[in-house]
């Protein structure tokens, strides 16, 4: 018990002792008329109720409404409180709603871009690849045709060399190689002519 409240029972408890003992001490009317009021019981009744009231009043009212009002701010501060973070919370998720839309819409783009280079790449290596087999195509036509030509070249030279061999050995007569290469040339010339008919 705090220092007010054994304050107040003390006070009460001397007033209902006093009470009482008033009632007590008060000799019996016989008139036993129930309608009939002693004044000096209801003025004894009126000092005590305002005893009480002014004791309550000072030592129970006052701490009671003072507790009273701040449970009451409490309360409202509590409100307040809770309807400030529930306004916080819906701005956070808000918040945390239009970033993840965002998050989703750059993973799109991303994706997106992805695909693109993707296919941009797809294309790329397939034009090189082609570009690349054209090229190989293209040198190995004209070393065919470098070694095509080389080989007939070659036949020729030969071709003539053995004619003139055959020729010389026929006509038993050794050629100088002045001579020799004149006819080789008029060989070659004759076969190429031939080649292209």
């Not at 409404?65 to 701040?70: R, S, T």
């Not at 693109?116 to 790329?124: P, Q, S, Y």
């Not at 055959?166 to 020799?180: D, S, T, V, Y």
Request: charged share 35%; net charge negative.
């Amino acid at each position: 018990m705090t220092l007010s409240s054994r304050k107040l029972f003390s006070v009460t408890a001397t007033i209902c002792a006093l009470a009482g003992s008033a009632l007590a001490a008060e000799p019996e009317h016989g008139s036993g008329d129930p309608v009939q009021v002693d004044l000096w019981q209801a003025g004894f009744t009126v000092a005590v109720f305002v005893v009480l009231v002014l004791v309550l009043s000072r030592f129970a009212f006052r701490p009671i409404l003072a507790a009273l009002q701040k449970r009451e701010d409490f309360i409202r501060d509590s409100l307040e409180q809770a309807k400030r973070d529930r306004e916080e919370s819906e701005r956070k998720l808000k918040e945390y709603t239009d970033k993840i839309i965002a998050a989703r819409a750059e993973a799109t783009a991303i994706v997106e871009e992805g695909r693109r280079d993707a296919e941009a790449l797809r294309r790329k290596i397939e034009e090189d690849g082609k570009a690349e087999a054209k090229a190989i195509l293209e040198r190995a036509r004209r070393e065919i045709q470098i070694a095509t030509d080389t080989a007939v070249k070659e036949l020729y030279t030969l071709s003539a060399k053995l004619a003139t061999d055959i020729a010389g050995k026929i006509i038993q007569k050794e050629l100088n190689p002045r001579e020799h290469e004149r006819l080789i040339e008029e060989s070659l010339g004759e076969l190429e002519e031939a080649a292209r008919r």
